[in-house]
């Protein structure tokens, strides 16, 4: 679906609801208008007022209580206005979601079946059939890690994510990151170079697997969105805050108005050529909830479409905790693939 489509689509599931709000905002004020006029008609003829100025307080006190009435009730509908609004717009982001969702669902499954409709159908020799079974373990796997991240979502949606607090050097997880993105796009060794501007043995002590989320799903991010697969940069530094981390990229940016909405749950900008990028709209959403839960900030840079993007993670050396496990039991990561 194109851009313009998509916003074309937008306006019209919008258009009633706002027209409604709008249109009911109106009639209260013309009926406020009214009732003042006809009020203040009446009061005066009653009391045998012939100016305005010669009435006495209880009239004043008469009007204000019909005009706070009024205003009130224009608040309440646009307040009404405002949620209906909202709700519509989550409902078509929730649709877009269970739409990608089942794209994604799709393409593993797919993959699955014919594999096992090959093998059922021909006799394949020892190398064809392991490749066949790799093939099935790596959609298997896909399919695994994707429902896990939508439960994650579920869990910081629900703040039921539960943190492991653990040392971690700051070298090793940058590398293993690295390597994970660069197998999982078939980068070339080096295509993603690291410059870390501090000691790369320090250790950092927060949760791993949070911590190797946010890295995976921003270094995805810049991939993904980078036509070329090239220019991509991953800073790391200190500031008085804590440990920086800066994922910058050549690709498509991001218009200045979308760069916090992005941030959003299931939300997705939509353009011309990202149709063929696939995604939840979940990625950033859980990036910027891990980098809250473990202390952090994250912000996001662009200077317009075209023109690439810049992603800040700002973190505390030392995330508080009541145990801390040392670094050499840091359990499996099974959990810190990118979304989709």
């Known amino acids: 679906m194109s851009k313009h489509s998509w916003f074309d689509n937008i306006?019209?599931?919008?258009?009633?609801?706002i027209a409604s709000g709008v249109a009911a905002i109106i009639a209260t004020i013309v009926v406020l208008v009214t009732w003042s006029v006809f009020f203040t008609r009446y009061y005066m003829l009653s009391r045998g007022v012939q100016l305005l100025s010669d009435v006495d307080l209880s009239y004043w006190v008469f009007l204000s209580f019909g005009y706070v009435s009024f205003v009130m009730i224009a608040l309440v509908l646009l307040l009404f206005?405002?949620?209906?609004?909202?709700?519509?717009?989550?409902?078509?982001?929730?649709?877009?979601?269970?739409?990608?969702?089942?794209?994604?669902?799709?393409?593993?499954?797919?993959?699955?079946?014919?594999?096992?409709?090959?093998?059922e159908m021909r006799e394949l020799t020892p190398d064809l059939q392991k490749k066949f079974v790799g093939m099935m373990r790596k959609d298997v796997d896909r399919l695994s890690k994707f429902i896990e991240h939508i439960l994650d979502a579920g869990r910081l949606e629900h703040d039921n994510y539960d943190l492991k607090i653990q040392k971690c050097h700051v070298s090793e997880f940058i590398e293993r990151n690295v390597q994970q993105i660069c197998h999982r796009h078939r980068l070339q060794e080096g295509a993603i170079q690291p410059i870390i501007s501090l000691d790369p043995e320090r250790e950092l002590t927060?949760?791993?697997?949070?911590?190797?989320?946010?890295?995976?799903?921003?270094?995805?991010?810049?991939?993904?969105?980078?036509?070329?697969?090239?220019?991509?940069?991953?800073?790391?530094?200190?500031?008085?805050?804590?440990?920086?981390?800066?994922?910058?990229?050549?690709?498509?940016?991001?218009?200045?108005?979308?760069?916090?909405?992005?941030?959003?749950?299931?939300?997705?900008?939509?353009?011309?050529?990202?149709?063929?990028?696939?995604?939840?709209?979940?990625?950033?959403?859980?990036?910027?909830?891990?980098?809250?839960?473990?202390?952090?900030?994250?912000?996001a840079f662009s200077e317009g479409e075209q023109l690439g993007s810049t992603f800040t993670v700002v973190l505390p050396w030392q995330l508080k905790s009541e145990a801390v496990i040392p670094n050499k039991q840091t359990p499996p990561r099974t959990t810190s693939s990118p979304l989709p």
């Open 11 to 17: 306006r019209r599931s919008l258009l009633l609801p």
């Open 206 to 299: 927060t949760d791993p697997i949070a911590l190797d989320t946010i890295l995976l799903n921003l270094l995805d991010n810049a991939v993904k969105y980078s036509p070329q697969k090239e220019g991509i940069e991953l800073l790391i530094d200190e500031v008085p805050q804590g440990i920086r981390f800066q994922v910058k990229d050549k690709g498509m940016g991001l218009p200045k108005r979308q760069l916090k909405r992005i941030f959003r749950r299931f939300y997705r900008f939509k353009r011309d050529r990202q149709s063929a990028i696939r995604g939840t709209g979940l990625g950033l959403y859980v990036v910027d909830s891990l980098v809250s839960r473990i202390g952090g900030k994250i912000t």
């Open 81 to 119: 206005l405002i949620s209906n609004v909202r709700q519509r717009l989550h409902m078509r982001q929730q649709t877009t979601f269970i739409d990608s969702v089942t794209h994604e669902l799709k393409s593993p499954l797919a993959s699955l079946q014919l594999c096992l409709e090959t093998m």
